[in-house]
């Protein structure tokens, strides 16, 4: 559990204040898959708020402390049946092996419509294409030359 100085858990609430909360804690209480999705908050936001539906203060006590035990986060505030957790951003590990053993598409350089439905084998856009009619009908005719 990190711990945080009283300027920075200041920051933190200040911060927080506008959010609203991300996960809800309901009555199973804090299962493992509630505790994958408060991981993905922190790792994405860093600052969030949880949201507990319970009425034992004792019990919503329990999860912030093992919310914060078990995620490695800092509590900046418990407030009614709000909690609001910090965690700095974790480095993610990524494939770069992976991706590094992919070939890579040459960039493409651009090229006319013509040159590119000629490589595909379309002859639509080529000169030798007849003419296709518009969809819409022809103007009308000004009433004031109408004949009678």
């Not at 209480?29 to 509630?34: H, I, K, N």
């Not at 993905?40 to 914060?68: P, T």
């Not at 598409?105 to 419509?113: G, L, N, V």
Request: charge should be positive.
């Amino acid at each position: 559990m990190t711990e945080l100085t009283p300027a920075q858990r200041r920051a933190f609430r200040a911060q927080a204040h506008h959010l609203h909360p991300v996960v809800s804690v309901a009555g199973n209480g804090l299962t493992p898959a509630v505790l994958k999705e408060i991981d993905h908050a922190l790792q994405a936001h860093e600052l969030i708020k949880i949201r507990i539906y319970g009425e034992d203060r004792a019990q919503r006590d329990s999860i912030m402390n093992a919310v914060c035990t078990e995620l490695a986060a800092a509590s900046v505030q418990h407030i009614g049946k709000t909690l609001v957790v910090w965690r700095e951003k974790r480095e993610e590990k990524s494939s770069g092996a992976a991706s590094a053993e992919r070939p890579r598409k040459a960039p493409s350089k651009a090229k006319s419509a013509k040159v590119l439905s000629a490589r595909r084998g379309i002859s639509s856009l080529s000169s030798k294409a007849p003419k296709k009619s518009h969809w819409f009908a022809t103007p009308i005719k000004p009433r004031g030359s109408s004949e009678r």
